[in-house]
């Protein structure tokens, strides 16, 4: 079985530039999560899709960033325009909810830098 | 606001050496508790922990949680190099939440 997928695997914008992160979760796990580590600082929820509505978007910093997950599959993390304190690993994660099995599966995450 | 705190947040040891890697939490309605192993990228599950005193064990680690003291121990026994990694703990919260809080966690080095 594949594990949850993410591309790019490493991205360098400059300030005020757009990028967009992709993130393929388990087959068949309908809820995805996004997540950010910035530097020295520990692993933060962002949002999390049920299929493909947005269930909690508690943890995204601000309207700069949006997520999206067109057709409950896929989903999508666009920063626009992309500020410095932006930098950091973005990860996503992936889970079940159902028969007690709701641990999340990460994936690899994408390294970004904004310089 | 929640918070997960682990202890230490590095740690150097022999192969062979046995390993205890703590964390402790404040949760508002506690549903589990996760460990993780990050080595290069991905942070892989290792365990996760819904009731006080049942111990999980795969090969040689083992991990316990205490809901009463609100802490969770993770143990690994005659360490190896590629025990080598940053561990990782995490509490789920309930009521709705699915979100993850994480600790900031250990990194272990394990040498020969």
């Known amino acids: 079985e594949a594990g949850v997928t993410q591309f790019p695997s490493h991205s360098v914008i400059e300030k005020g530039q757009t990028v967009t992160l992709r993130c393929d979760p388990i087959?068949?796990?309908?809820?995805l999560y996004w997540y950010r580590r910035v530097m020295g600082k520990e692993i933060k929820f962002l949002l999390h899709?049920?299929?493909?509505?947005?269930?909690?978007e508690s943890g995204m910093p601000n309207n700069r960033f949006l997520a999206e997950r067109t057709g409950g599959t896929y989903s999508t993390l666009k920063v626009q325009p992309a500020e410095l304190e932006d930098s950091g690993v973005y990860f996503c994660?992936?889970?079940?909810?159902?028969?007690?099995?709701?641990?999340?599966?990460f994936g690899p995450g994408t390294r970004l830098t904004v310089t | 606001e929640d918070k997960v705190v682990q202890s230490p947040l590095s740690l150097v040891v022999h192969e062979g050496d046995t390993v205890t890697l703590n964390c402790s939490y404040e949760?508002?309605?506690?549903?589990?508790l996760l460990w993780y192993k990050q080595e290069k990228k991905a942070p892989t599950f290792l365990f996760m922990l819904?009731?006080?005193?049942i111990e999980k064990k795969s090969g040689r680690l083992s991990s316990i949680l205490d809901k009463k003291e609100l802490f969770s121990i993770l143990n690994i026994t005659a360490t190896q190099t590629g025990d080598s990694a940053i561990y990782l703990c995490?509490?789920?919260?309930?009521?709705?939440?699915?979100?993850?809080?994480f600790g900031k966690g250990t990194k272990l080095s394990v040498i020969p």
């Open positions: 995490a509490v789920h919260r309930g009521a709705g939440s699915y979100q993850l809080t």
């Open positions: 949760v508002t309605n506690f549903r589990s």
């Open positions: 899709f049920v299929k493909e509505s947005k269930q909690d």
């Open positions: 994660a992936s889970s079940l909810w159902r028969g007690g099995k709701y641990e999340q599966y």
């Open positions: 087959s068949g796990h309908d809820n």
């Open positions: 819904t009731s006080s005193g």
